[in-house]
């Protein structure tokens, strides 16, 4: 079994501000983590992956994630949020050699001005 | 490269008619994956393709869904009869390979009155 846990239903911060969105996951065997970010009514945008390697990752718009093992967490992390950044973002877990994904229920960034 | 294309954007159909959704995934992508997304349950996976071959649909709610993928460019998603709980916004979404993230289609918003 494979689960996500995205325990904020939202993340308020501050423009200029660094923003974390908090993700857990559990997954038996080696996991492979992503984050995705969805506008208003559009498909969901990929935005990085872990699969093996560095625990730091780095996606796009200037986006990061750490992978913690131990914590089993996979955070987003951005230095400094932009106005733009506001959407829903989803963390999702597949365990290795299983295609299929799970995804979290998603948490809303709102940046404010 | 167009991305991953869906048809229609809209649906408003009455119960107990016909509802065909379509994708179109991007060239040379080998998995295809149809989700379905609701504010109660999330984003669910309800069927993959490997190859143009159906993998796993046992994310499939019932009898009444259909999927099929007759060749590498052309998928749909069928739900016949239509039921008002099949309101949601259906997503597809396409892959290369077992180490990428998705790509996914803007979605079709299917409304069952």
């Known amino acids: 079994a494979q689960s996500v846990a995205q325990p904020e239903d939202q993340v308020n911060v501050a423009e200029g501000n660094p923003l974390t969105v908090k993700c857990t996951y559990s997954?038996?065997?080696?996991?492979?983590l992503f984050w995705y970010v969805q506008y208003p009514n559009r498909g969901l945008q990929f935005l990085l992956k872990?699969?093996?390697?560095?625990?730091l990752v780095k996606g796009s718009y200037g986006f990061e994630a750490e992978f913690n093992k131990s914590q089993t967490s996979f955070h987003l992390k951005k230095p400094s949020a932009l106005v733009s950044d506001s959407a829903l973002y989803f963390c999702?877990?597949?365990?290795?050699?299983?295609?299929?994904?799970?995804f979290g229920i998603g948490t809303k960034l709102q940046v404010i001005p | 490269d167009a991305g991953v294309i869906q048809s229609p954007r809209h649906e408003v159909t009455e119960m107990g008619q016909e509802v065909t959704l379509r994708c179109k995934p991007i060239?040379?992508?080998?998995?295809l994956f149809w989700y379905r997304q609701t504010m109660m349950r999330g984003l669910e996976l309800l069927i993959y393709?490997?190859?143009?071959?159906?993998?796993?649909d046992s994310g499939m709610p019932e009898d009444r869904f259909s999927a099929k993928m007759p060749n590498a460019s052309f998928s749909t998603l069928k739900i016949q009869p239509s039921e008002p709980r099949d309101s949601a916004v259906y997503f597809c979404a396409s892959r290369k390979g077992s180490y990428y993230g998705y790509t996914f289609g803007s979605g079709t918003r299917l409304t069952v009155v």
């Open positions: 999702a877990v597949r365990k290795e050699g299983y295609q299929k994904v799970t």
């Open positions: 393709f490997n190859n143009n071959v159906p993998i796993d």
């Open positions: 872990y699969i093996t390697g560095d625990n």
């Open positions: 060239s040379g992508h080998d998995y």
């Open positions: 997954v038996s065997g080696n996991p492979y």
